[in-house]
């Protein structure tokens, strides 16, 4: 059956967002301060390869756009977490060199090969199944994680010293790495002992193979001295704005900004509560504005009654509980004129107190939770570096 023809008065046709992106709310990611992230922390590591990790689709903030800006600041080398996210950075990457912290998945070994993704190995079981893979193809490069103190991903220290130079026949081991548990806790005595456990054993590791680059640093750890360098260090979240050195000022930019519209404001004057749960009581005359941010778009639902939502440098305490689309914050007493309705508010970033690692630290949590936690809804707005 045909349809009716439009009434003009309606205006132009409603577009409808693929996969129900809102630009209500929005996530502005600015680029150029990702790249001059990446320079500042590459000045910091001296002499060391600083590489960039993007696994998680760059903590949230969108692989795709971040990686190739990296690289053309100069970035060389790059982590991703699993296989699919390493298939998908090559395919906008197709020079650089690429570790999958996954390691080996052993059903797609001639996927990993083929798109020249570098496996971060982390069994004896792996490293026999590659070798013999690369003794009938052609030598394989790989890496091999070491656990000095994780208990997580790697081989045991003594477990690695017994590989030999003959187990890796087939192999080109081009990274040793391992990880800090606490290199976010800079006195915590943990950091030296897995510095010295490390250092202790490279020399020892594949008698007659090529020295392979070594890297032990995240992103707090470059910031822990020169002894935590070694050849490579691998920062993730300092490159998204977070401070990666705990107890100074933040040298990292902002780099992610998390605003809401204001969809109402509510003049109320008689006693009454606010939200789910009834957990924010007014009792005299006050003004609420409505903003159109959850916990679904990333909001720690843990901010109800602690969080803020700046109208410019003006700040308005969340009241009652952030809800999955909404949260609701106090503007008693605000000048009329910076509330109206279509306003949008910032909730994280935006150069107000809300930054990423204050927003975290409020919510119990890191800001590598809160970057990765945003949600698909808001509007991605990238800026800067060839936009
Ligand atoms: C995620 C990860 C990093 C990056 O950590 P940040 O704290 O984000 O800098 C580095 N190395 C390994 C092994 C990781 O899993």
Redo the contacts with the bound molecule.
Sequence with gaps: MARAPRNPALGPPPQAAAGFVSGDCRLIIDLGKIASNWRRLQKTAGRAVCAA?V??DA?GLGMAKVAPVLADAGCTVF?A?HLAEGLALRQVLPKAEIYL?HGLTPAAAAQTVEARLIP?LHSRGDIDALAALGRRIGRIPVGL?IDTGMTR?GLEPDEALSVTARDCDGLEIKLV?S?LAC??EPQHAKNSDQRRAFAVLLPKLFPGLPRPRT?L?????IFLGPEYHFDMV???????G?N?HLGHPNAMEEVARLQGKVLQIRDVDTPRTVGYGATHRLNGPARIATVSIGYADGYPRALSNRGFAYFGQMRAPVVGRVSMDLMTVDVTGMPAAAIVPGTFVDVIGGGTDAALDRIAALAGT?P?DILTGLGRRPERIYLGCGE
């Design positions: 990790v696994k998680a903590y982590f977490a912290l971060v994680q991903l790495m990880h290199g976010d890297s640093a995240a992103s707090h750890g691998r920062p993730g979240v300092a490159l998204y977070a990666p890191v590598h």
